[in-house]
């Protein structure tokens, strides 16, 4: 189901993306999706589950973060994120189930009210009353990962303070999170881009992390939102040079 590459498979919906990597020692999965993505996981792997070893976020945004609590407490998968959003991991949402966007969705939902589609599935998913947090989580950094895989660590803050990006040189893949995405339902663009500001922390700071991706080795660039986009990350960080901020 939805081998995008060798050992590579995509899962989530249309609204959101996250991703399975066959290792030599077991798998691992970059980012955990909303809670409700718990179904098509189950149903994917059966009993060969428990051999998800680490779990990596690019970051820990409320769309991104679904199932970790639920397979660290579960299977005992090791959830891996950058020390800047470690914070945000721990206590996702407020007690009363409150979340907040950068900056108020309200100017995006009146230029383009289909802004709230993505929001409104969240809600449906269990985003905002089921996602557990991650008391415990290991801090990644730049460099080689010892997780199935052999993922490299590339840090780029900018949309959270501690977005990480995700190499597979041996897969051909380069998992960007959303410091680059090819779908912003939120403006309704489509194509590599940063994601709007209504999300990003720094869109200036977004940009720039860019250019530590634009050298990788690469056949495709898998984002968090969006399809995946065919071609080397310098091209994608190309065309998001060229989209700019909005
Ligand atoms: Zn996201």
């Known amino acids: 189901m939805n ?23 077991g798998l691992t999965l970059v980012d955990a999706g909303l809670p409700a993505h718990y179904r098509q996981l189950a149903a994917l792997l059966g009993p060969r589950i428990r051999d998800i070893r680490a779990v990596l976020l690019t970051h820990a945004h409320i769309d991104h973060i679904g199932l970790a609590g639920r397979l660290h407490r579960e299977i005992g998968a090791d959830v891996h994120v950058h020390a800047g959003d470690a914070a945000m991991l721990a206590r996702p949402v407020t007690a009363n189930g409150r979340w907040k966007a950068e900056r108020s969705l309200l100017p995006y939902a009146l230029r383009r009210p289909a802004a709230l589609r993505t929001p409104l599935h969240l809600a449906t998913h269990g985003a905002f009353w089921s996602t557990t947090p991650v008391p415990a989580s290991v801090a990644v950094v ?30 051909g893949v380069l998992c960007t999170g959303d410091a680059l995405v090819t779908d912003d339902s939120i403006i309704g663009r489509r194509g590599p881009r940063i994601v709007c500001r209504a999300f990003t922390a720094d869109s200036a700071a977004a940009l720039r992390s860019l250019d530590a991706l634009a050298g990788l080795d690469a056949r495709l660039v898998l984002p968090g939102h969006g399809a995946p986009f065919a071609g080397s990350p310098a091209a994608a960080v190309a065309a998001a040079h060229a989209a700019g901020t909005a």
């Open 3 to 25: 081998e995008i590459a060798t050992g590579v498979r995509r899962l989530g919906d249309d609204a959101v993306n996250f991703f399975l990597i066959e290792g030599e020692a």
């Open 142 to 171: 730049d460099g080689v990962l010892a997780v199935p895989g052999r993922p490299h660590v590339v840090v780029v803050p900018g949309h959270t303070a501690g977005s990480a990006a995700f190499h597979f040189p041996e897969h």
